[in-house]
């Protein structure tokens, strides 16, 4: 049988979560630019996309560029802002005939206007989508999230809208700049590093995590099946013994 014959659609992980890795390494085994890995791996996230949409996956999140990315190369960086723009114009339509619904996180204050005129557009053009989910998260950290959420919560104690002891857990998920996304079930990422990288650290917390030494532009949606057969095959006990859950 095939991975995605192997699945049980009624046991699928409400939420994927992907760690995007290895376009770099990809482009440098074939004595090309970064940037052409990044180009490529633009093909597997559209694949990895209609597969999710496919078999009925509701939420899919992409760490698309990380707050420390803004680090690297300034022809790097301008390369990949680029993609970014073309990516959407290109891809507006696929998402509307797929019923995917365009969302980002992350301080997008950041972004180029041009970038960020785009990806506004395409959101406000998929808004009413219903079938996926698709997140990128863009100039995004995790710990600035969690910072950005306590102060928005401090300074509601502050301004005597909320008191401290109405703080918990639901009430500061509330505050994170993912609020009203689901908690990730599952989180892959390719190219065999196996750390989460500051990416949705709250999130995260009773996700499974799975780690595939493949690079992602050679990632398909096999592959994401794959994961997900995994997925399933694990018992997740959330605190309780293997005898509770039985």
């Not at 890795?21 to 004595?31: F, I, P, S, V």
């Not at 960086?77 to 339509?93: P, R």
């Not at 002891?165 to 390719?190: C, V």
Request: aromatic residues 8%; neutral net charge; proline residues 3%.
């Amino acid at each position: 049988m095939t991975n995605v014959e192997l699945i049980d659609r009624s046991k699928l992980p409400r939420h994927i979560a992907i760690i995007m890795d290895g376009n770099g390494r990809w482009a440098k085994e074939r004595g090309k630019l970064r940037v052409f890995g990044h180009k490529r791996g633009v093909d597997s996230v559209r694949d990895v996309l209609e597969g999710a949409v496919e078999i009925g996956v509701p939420f899919l999140t992409l760490y698309t560029f990380s707050a420390e990315n803004w680090n690297r190369p300034k022809l790097e960086v301008a390369a990949l802002m680029e993609l970014l723009v073309s990516s959407i114009g290109k891809e507006t339509k696929r998402l509307m005939s797929n019923g995917v619904k365009l969302n980002a996180i992350g301080n997008l204050d950041l972004l180029p206007a041009k970038a960020l005129a785009h990806l506004k557009q395409c959101m406000e053009e998929t808004a009413s989508n219903t079938k996926c989910t698709l997140t990128l998260a863009l100039s995004y950290s995790s710990r600035w999230e969690i910072a950005d959420a306590a102060k928005k919560i401090a300074q509601s104690v502050q301004q005597g809208l909320l008191k401290a002891d109405d703080i918990d857990e639901a009430l500061f998920a509330q505050h994170l700049n993912s609020y009203p996304l689901p908690d990730p079930e599952l989180m892959i990422r390719t190219s065999g590093e196996q750390r989460i990288s500051n990416y949705l650290l709250w999130q995260l917390a009773y996700a499974e995590l799975y780690f595939t030494s493949k690079l992602w532009p050679d990632f398909r949606r096999d592959d994401l099946y794959a994961a997900i057969v995994e997925f399933q095959n694990r018992e997740r006990r959330f605190g309780l013994t293997s005898e509770q859950l039985k």
